[in-house]
């Protein structure tokens, strides 16, 4: 069994993007391939995984980090299958319609601010929902989200786009707490305790090994 990561913005190697103008779509709403050089499809993959993640202080990058980890641990627990998969990690402000069409799979990893998923995430969804709408239908996906003390406005917020994307939901969203209530705690760096790595961990794997497996 093989698995190949590919990463960008900021957990590992950095991927260059062009914008190619179009008068039909001058917002680049619909664009389907913005990234310059080789596609990223492989068309010996025969599974992708997706993980889209944004973070301000640390943590949902730290959570999106243990996603990767546990797909890559189910994925060589399963080495006995022929199976191949393909974990694609891309900081939000990076990934792009392209990316979402070429993965069979879905974790989308962001914390809440002020009631809703972060601007960035939202930034990516905004960008990248009309050039995937259709596209995706029947897909899984799964959430990971962090607040302070909440987290439920992001996490339905996601969940909706996603079910406009006609995305099948995996499992419940993952919502972790910083307990970060007080502007100093807010504005500080996370750490992810080993409770909630494990928690990420295991819903890394279980999409992981959910795709190896070709679940309906
Ligand atoms: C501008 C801002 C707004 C926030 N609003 C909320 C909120 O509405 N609900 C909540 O539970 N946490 C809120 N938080 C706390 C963050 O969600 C929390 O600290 C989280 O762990 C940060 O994740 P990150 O380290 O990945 O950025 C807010 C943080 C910031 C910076």
Not at 77 to 84: F, G, I, L, P, V
Not at 100 to 128: I, T
Not at 160 to 186: D, M, N, Y
Request: charged share 20%.
């Amino acid at each position: 069994m093989r698995v190949r990561m590919r990463s960008a913005g900021g957990i590992s190697t950095g991927v260059s993007h062009g914008v190619t103008a179009d008068p039909s779509d001058p917002a680049g709403l619909l664009q389907t391939e913005r990234r310059p050089g080789p596609p990223l499809h492989r068309p010996d993959a025969a599974m992708r995984l997706l993980i889209v993640w944004h973070s301000r202080t640390g943590m949902a990058r730290q959570m999106a980090e243990a996603l990767l980890r546990g797909a890559v641990r189910a994925t060589q627990d399963m080495e006995a299958s022929e199976n191949d998969l393909v974990v694609d990690i891309r900081r939000a402000q990076d990934a792009q319609v392209h990316d979402l069409l070429s993965a069979q799979g879905f974790l989308f990893c962001a914390p809440e601010n002020l009631a809703s998923m972060s601007g960035e995430m939202k930034e990516f969804f905004d960008r990248c929902y009309y050039g995937a709408l259709g596209r995706l239908n029947g897909r899984p996906v799964a959430l990971a989200i962090c607040g302070g003390s909440d987290g439920e406005g992001a996490s339905k917020q996601m969940a909706r786009i996603c079910q406009g994307w006609r995305l099948k939901s995996l499992t419940a969203p993952l919502i972790l707490r910083s307990g970060a209530q007080t502007p100093e705690a807010v504005a500080a760096a996370k750490t992810l305790d080993s409770i909630g790595v494990g928690k990420c961990m295991d819903l890394g794997g279980l999409m992981a090994a959910h795709l190896l497996l070709g679940v309906p």
